[in-house]
């Protein structure tokens, strides 16, 4: 008899692994939230246009290249559209990767419904990826995987391991009122702890600690730094904990803090997995949309690129002005396009119209002189002649009419008019459907939409989620910057007497004008300069470099000033910590110039123009960095040296700033003086090129 046991338990060892080796998935498809009100009356979120995909396709794209091969799509409002959509998709095709794709009808109202509805039908049957249907993500998951299967052989209650992603506090995609904080033992990856803190308020920002929990670790770490995009990898445990607690509603705040918290009584133990090398985010409001949009558009997120085609039927390619275009898109030769935007199929840009960093859907029509800037049109959007759009998304068949303009933070719903002569204040939410969403033909303000528009402002309840006032507008606020920061550069610091020289690209006309020293410019001074300076120090590439700063000047709405500024800053503190580790003042210069050129180069725009204010301004913000650092006048002439040896000033930048009324005064006089000797050089050589001319004309005669 004892013999049988054993060559049953031999049998039963390989059906076990193969189990494990078929990975499953749920993805919430429904995030249960009201943050893309008034879009999600008419349909659901993971059907919105991300740079002309649905959002869904990028989660789909994601579960595919990690293994997958079942997947569980839990939908709650609009779930016919979620069904016609996948079933007329490449997913539902023979070449599909997946053996399994299915939608799961509920009506559900939170995510912890959703979870105990899935435990109820009894679909998973070993370890599962739990991600919601917003997620944009190139993380290899098979690290992260096999870790948990170790971790799980060793101990079966090690129940769950999240991936997260290393950023930078302030990342334009991280939640801004409210910040994740995770607290992990550094040698298990166990999470320990976790908690949302507010970014700030009266209340300060803290962390609730156990104490037993300090006394019981040898150490912790306490990680503000991590965006939590919500790929869980989980055993079939996770569901069972769901059911037997009615009171978990959410991932996080519920579920996550409520078994850590219960750690005595159940034992369960929550993992972390964290990439700092990979990207990863969710599209969990419309901050985080813009944010996003501007990293597929910036290429961070490859392979998911519009060029890559992906979704059938679409053809777009890469220019090499930096934009993504498909077929049969007209252009007049009058038009502006800047570099850094989408244009959809069959979409028609007018003579005279501008449109910068920006996403127009396919069939778009944009009239005559318009003016479309960090805004987002989806599939058939009309715009007539001499309109405005800044920061704003306009939805599927909507129209506006001629000389419109829709202010900051304006969300215009589905097929809504907007009348000619019509301003759209900022912030508001126009739409044609009630909170049923069905279309409701007595929804129209004229004092809103004008006489002849279609639509009405959306009166709707707010989130009820605590980040939703941080989470439900497009503009984008960055919180007070680290005060650690500000040995970054002393600019900030210094008096006001220093004024920017006037900006003269398109984009200057759209922004206002304020101080140096307030908040906002400060706040992007003090950021953009730990960002550029990180890459100087890592070596990164030029062009990885910009891409990031240029994204990040987009979410703020930041000058080429405070570019220049931000970059001047960056690199004056690394040649100076290059000259501390023992480099030599001139080599150090010559390093950093020579090897990021191209960053400089990409802040200055007047190569072609008899005046050059955009080389006088850097040349002036280089001068007010060094007033107040030990050897900047020397500093000043060889950085100015180089900076005109390598081209990227020429020499009527360098006289037009040498003559310039702001180079001269007080401390800024006093730093440029060693630079007299390259400006003789100069004048000398320019008076022995005119006599050379003088000697050639005479003896041609």
């Known amino acids: ?225 991590l965006i939590d995009c919500y790929i869980d990898i989980c ?60 990293d597929i558009m910036g290429r961070l997120a490859y392979p998911l690129c519009p060029d890559s085609n992906r979704v059938t039927g679409h053809n777009y390619y890469y220019s090499k002005k930096g934009t993504y275009e498909e077929s049969s898109v007209s252009k007049a030769r009058s038009c502006m396009i800047s570099s850094r935007c989408i244009l959809g199929q069959d979409t028609i840009v007018g003579d005279g119209a501008t449109v910068r960093d920006s996403i127009l859907g396919r069939r778009c029509q944009v009239g005559k002189n318009t003016v479309i800037e960090d805004s987002y049109l989806w599939d058939g959007v009309i715009v007539g002649d001499g309109s405005i759009i800044r920061k704003a998304i306009i939805a599927q068949g909507a129209v506006i009419g001629n000389n419109c303009t829709v202010e900051s933070g304006a969300l215009i719903s589905y097929d809504v008019r907007i009348a000619d002569l019509t301003k759209i204040s900022g912030f508001r939410r126009i739409t044609r459907a009630n909170h049923e969403g069905k279309a409701a033909q007595d929804l129209t303000s004229k004092s809103i939409v004008g006489e002849g528009g279609d639509g009405d402002e959306d009166s709707g309840g707010s989130d009820s989620d605590a980040d939703s006032s941080d989470s439900s507008n497009l503009i984008y606020r960055n919180a007070q910057a680290s005060g650690s920061m500000s040995s970054v550069s002393t600019l900030h610091s210094e008096g006001s007497d220093f004024e920017p020289v006037e900006d003269r690209t398109r984009r200057a006309s759209f922004i206002s004008e304020a101080s140096e020293d307030s908040a906002p410019n400060r706040d992007f001074h003090l950021e953009a300069t730990a960002s550029i300076l990180d890459g100087l120090q890592k070596e990164d590439l030029p062009e990885n470099i910009f891409l990031e700063l240029n994204a990040f000047r987009m979410t703020v709405d930041a000058s080429q000033h405070e570019i220049r500024r931000a970059v001047v800053a960056a690199f004056v503190k690394r040649i100076t910590n290059l000259e501390h580790s023992g480099t030599a003042m001139t080599e150090a210069v010559t390093r950093v110039l020579t090897r990021y050129k191209a960053v400089v180069e990409r802040t200055i725009f007047d190569q072609d123009s008899h005046d050059k204010p955009d080389q006088v ?59 007299q000797q390259l400006i003789t050089f100069l004048e000398q050589a320019e008076e022995e090129s005119e006599s050379d001319d003088d000697e050639e004309d005479e003896d041609e005669e």
Request: aromatic content about 8%.
């Open 1 to 225: 008899m004892p013999p049988k046991p054993q060559k049953a338990k031999g049998k039963q060892k390989p059906q076990e692994e193969q189990r494990e080796e078929s990975l499953q998935a749920v993805v919430l498809a429904d995030s249960f939230e009201t943050r893309f009100v008034p879009f999600t009356l008419e349909k659901p979120r993971c059907l919105l246009p991300l740079a002309n995909t649905p959002l869904i396709e990028y989660t789909l794209e994601y579960l595919a290249s990690s293994g997958v091969e079942d997947v569980f799509i839990y939908c709650g409002l609009h779930t016919e559209q979620v069904e016609d959509y996948i079933n007329s998709s490449r997913w539902k095709l023979p070449t599909s990767p997946y053996k399994t794709l299915v939608i799961l009808k509920s009506d559900a109202t939170s995510v912890g419904d959703a979870m105990r509805d899935i435990d109820n039908r009894d679909l998973i049957t070993g370890d599962f990826l739990l991600v919601a249907g917003d997620v944009v993500s190139n993380i290899s998951v098979e690290p992260a995987l096999i870790r948990h299967r170790q971790r799980r052989e060793k101990d079966k209650n090690a129940i769950m391991t999240m991936v997260l992603r290393e950023a930078d506090i302030n990342h334009t995609s991280r939640p801004q009122s409210r910040k994740p904080v995770f607290v992990i033992n550094p040698t298990t990856d166990r999470c320990l702890h976790y908690e949302e803190v507010h970014a700030s308020g009266s209340g300060g920002r803290h962390v609730n600690l156990d104490p037993d929990l300090l006394s019981e670790q040898a150490e912790i770490d306490i990680r503000e730094d």
């Open 235 to 294: 055993t079939p445990d996770v569901l069972g904990l769901w059911s037997d607690n009615f009171d978990y509603q959410s991932v996080r705040t519920s579920f996550l803090y409520g078994v850590l918290k219960d750690y005595e009584l159940n034992g369960k133990t929550i993992h972390t997995y964290i990439v700092a090398d990979q990207y990863a985010a969710r599209v969990r409001s419309l901050r985080a949309y813009d944010a996003v949009s501007k």
């Open 617 to 675: 301004d850097f040349l002036l913000c280089l001068q007010k960095e060094l007033t107040s650092r030990e050897k900047g006048d020397t500093l000043m002439l060889h950085m100015t040296k180089e900076l005109y040896d390598l081209e990227i000033v020429e020499e009527d930048g360098v006289m037009q700033w040498w003559t310039s009324k702001q180079s001269n005064e007080g401390s800024m006089g006093k730093v440029r003086g060693p630079t």
